[in-house]
């Protein structure tokens, strides 16, 4: 899930206005764009690229490995079934307020051909200094520098804080993983750290949650087991209980998805939660220097 200048990138959805927008983006930033879908223009180009009727016909065309969707809810489903079915390894789904039923249907294709969904909802997925898919600024140096942080949000607008914060604090990202808002995503944040823990180019995680579901809890088991510092913000803290706050995803079922819930987990995992995200750098700093005291430590008793 984590992006590279080799995948190409096929946008769906490219003529519309926000499509042809962050695609021209994409491509000034070095994202391998390879060509568009719209049925009523195929056979067109846009953007310097080709435009075809459907993914199925892209993927016999040249073929693609990351779709990219700019498409309204309603058609939401046929558009990622296409991508799937023609054998897209990663779909990035941009659209929110999809009906339930055709998220359930769009999860279920994805599993039976083995492709990832990174959304519903999501702001997308950035490799600073490499390529982005979606909609995250990662063409404004002061947001996403070349590092070694690994970021994790559910919510764009969160994430682009905290990649801010990290570089005010003097370190770049890795990756960062947009997972989304929707209650019903196909990519969790603990699958998000799966892939940044067995990342070689990640030395250190950002996670940003917020309250609602049991994402960040599940996460915790993962974050226990490994050796790489794990910084936290969680949002939500000062939300009035019983109120459904921002993403669709942020409702609070019993004991667990309370922002106290979520905190104590990650703590008695061995990450760090601040209390608020422009306090993270420091945290990540004292972590990393604790981490390089113990592999040093580990080195002379070897």
């Known amino acids: 899930m984590i992006v590279r200048k080799s995948d190409r990138v096929l946008v769906q959805g490219i003529t519309g206005k926000q499509g042809t927008f962050w695609t021209e983006q994409m491509q000034a930033y070095g994202t391998t764009v390879v060509g568009g879908v719209n049925p009523k223009k195929a056979g067109q180009s846009h953007c310097g690229v080709p435009i075809f009727a459907t993914a199925k016909e892209a993927m016999a065309n040249g073929g693609f490995d990351v779709s990219v969707m700019f498409i309204p809810p309603a058609a939401a489903k046929a558009a990622a079934i296409d991508a799937i079915e023609a054998g897209?390894?990663?779909v990035v789904c941009l659209t929110e307020h999809i009906p339930s039923h055709d998220v359930m249907e769009m999860h279920a294709a994805a599993a039976e051909?083995?492709?990832?969904?990174?959304?519903?909802?999501?702001?997308?997925?950035v490799t600073p200094g490499e390529g982005f898919v979606g909609i995250m600024p990662a063409f404004n140096p002061r947001i996403f520098q070349p590092?070694?942080?690994?970021?994790?949000s559910?919510?764009?607008?969160?994430?682009t804080l905290v990649c801010l914060n990290l570089v005010r604090g003097g370190h770049g990202q890795s990756a960062f993983l947009g997972i989304g808002g929707d209650p019903m995503i196909g990519t969790t944040t603990k699958d998000a750290l799966a892939a940044l823990i067995d990342d070689p180019g990640t030395d250190a995680i950002a996670l940003v949650g917020e309250i609602g579901g049991s994402m960040e809890e599940e996460a915790a088991e993962l974050v226990a087991k490994t050796d790489k510092p794990v910084v936290s913000f969680i949002a939500g803290r000062a939300s009035p209980p019983g109120k459904k706050m921002g993403h669709a995803g942020a409702i609070?079922?019993?004991d667990r998805g309370s922002y106290a819930s979520k905190r104590g987990a990650l703590e008695r995992a061995g990450a760090v939660v601040v209390?608020?995200?422009?306090?993270?750098?420091?945290?990540?700093d004292a972590l990393m220097t604790e981490a390089a005291k113990r592999s040093g430590a580990q080195r002379?008793?070897?």
């Open 275 to 284: 209390d608020v995200p422009g306090d993270l750098p420091a945290a990540l």
């Open 154 to 159: 559910r919510s764009g607008s969160l994430g």
């Open 147 to 152: 590092g070694r942080v690994g970021v994790i």
């Open 88 to 90: 897209a390894k990663t």
């Open 300 to 302: 002379l008793a070897d």
């Open 252 to 254: 609070v079922t019993g």
């Open 113 to 125: 051909h083995g492709t990832r969904i990174i959304g519903p909802n999501t702001a997308g997925i």
